[in-house]
């Protein structure tokens, strides 16, 4: 039998139906050997669908499986000396709130977004007020009860990944509050987490600086599968000037000329804890692919798992790592009008 992301036993609740687009060995092979294997994990009474692993002394990775047929996604929290920060809700499923709180000893909770993403802040009204880029803010107030209907089909079953439907949040107003890049979250005394816009695959895609640690969180513009940071507007797209690649680009060199600010890099999805130099090697990849968009490595024509029509995607390899994939149009800034049509 000829193997392509065969079971991975985390511990989970929930279980694998099927999958979108097939991802890649060496997140899957890095996958494997840490959700079986790695001694910090635990699985907490309060939320039996999150995998808990320890990253740092004050950082946790909470691991959730990925809702529909896309990646598995990374929730992040950090504990700092009064507050604590948890990056991303995910889909919501079981009580992220308690599990937070839980880990960190009950310390008040600040709840941030990288992007308005299903996978990413559909969780969001388990929570009173979250945080985001202010770019991102008007995506994310789209939300809404049927948001999550799309996971299931005609006869209310799942289609993706099994769960419980009733561990779904059920959909409530809260407090949304967009905040300009460079924006700081302190966690009492001098610990420092710093949005950082990014643009690229979401319009106000925040990456965090969290200075304490040294680490950068980068959202989904890198990730150990596919870099999808230039897919170009969605149709209806709200701020999608900000979603292509130029703009990435020079967001990137700006975190990358301050380095020296973090050793770690941890992105939304798969493979964790890379060496700063990615990024370098990320900007190197933008720039190749600025400077003749046609000399790609490979194409491919997918669906989205959440529908619409195939596109074309070009990929390019970021060395030593992944590849960026990006589309015709995702490459180059539209006018603001173009952007809501
Ligand atoms: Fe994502």
């Given amino acids: ?197 990014l643009g690229g695959h979401a319009p106000g895609m925040a990456g965090f600086l969290d200075k304490k640690n040294r680490i950068f969180f980068p959202g989904d513009d890198l990730c150990s599968d596919v870099s999808g940071v230039a897919s170009g507007p969605r149709p209806g797209g709200i701020n999608g000037q900000y979603q292509n690649l130029t703009v990435f680009r020079n967001n990137l060199a700006k975190i990358v000329a301050r380095i020296e600010e973090f050793d770690y890099v941890f992105p939304s999805h798969f493979i964790i804890n890379l060496e700063n130099s990615v990024l370098t090697e990320e900007l190197a990849t933008c720039d190749a692919i600025l400077e003749d968009p046609d000399n790609f490595d490979y194409s491919f024509e997918g669906v989205s798992p959440n529908g619409g029509l195939p596109v074309t995607r070009l990929f390019k390899y970021i060395k030593g790592f992944g590849v960026l994939g990006y589309t015709a149009k995702g490459l180059y800034p539209i006018s603001p009008d173009e952007s809501v049509k």
């Fill in 1 to 197: 039998m000829t193997g392509q992301m065969w079971p991975i036993n985390g511990g989970s609740k929930a279980k694998r139906i099927k999958w979108g687009n097939p991802q890649n060995q060496i997140s899957w092979a890095f996958m494997k050997q840490l959700r079986e294997k790695d001694k910090t994990k635990k699985i907490y009474e309060c939320n039996p669908y999150i995998e808990v692993y320890q990253f740092r002394d004050n950082m946790f990775g909470l691991f959730n499986q990925n809702c529909d047929g896309a990646g598995d996604v990374w929730m992040y929290l950090i504990v700092g000396p009064e507050k604590a920060l948890l990056i991303d809700t995910a889909f919501g499923l079981g009580d992220i709130k308690e599990l937070a709180d839980t880990i960190s000893g009950n310390k008040p909770l600040i709840v941030v977004n990288t992007h308005s993403h299903f996978d990413h802040a559909y969780g969001n009204c388990r929570f009173d007020r979250v945080y985001c880029h202010e770019y991102e803010e008007p995506l994310i107030r789209n939300q809404n009860e049927h948001m999550w209907d799309y996971l299931f089909d005609q006869n209310g079953n799942n289609i993706w990944l099994q769960f419980d439907k009733k561990d779904l949040p059920v959909f409530r107003p809260y407090e949304l509050v967009g905040v300009p890049d460079g924006y700081i979250f302190n966690l009492g005394d001098d610990y420092d987490v710093e949005l950082v816009w």
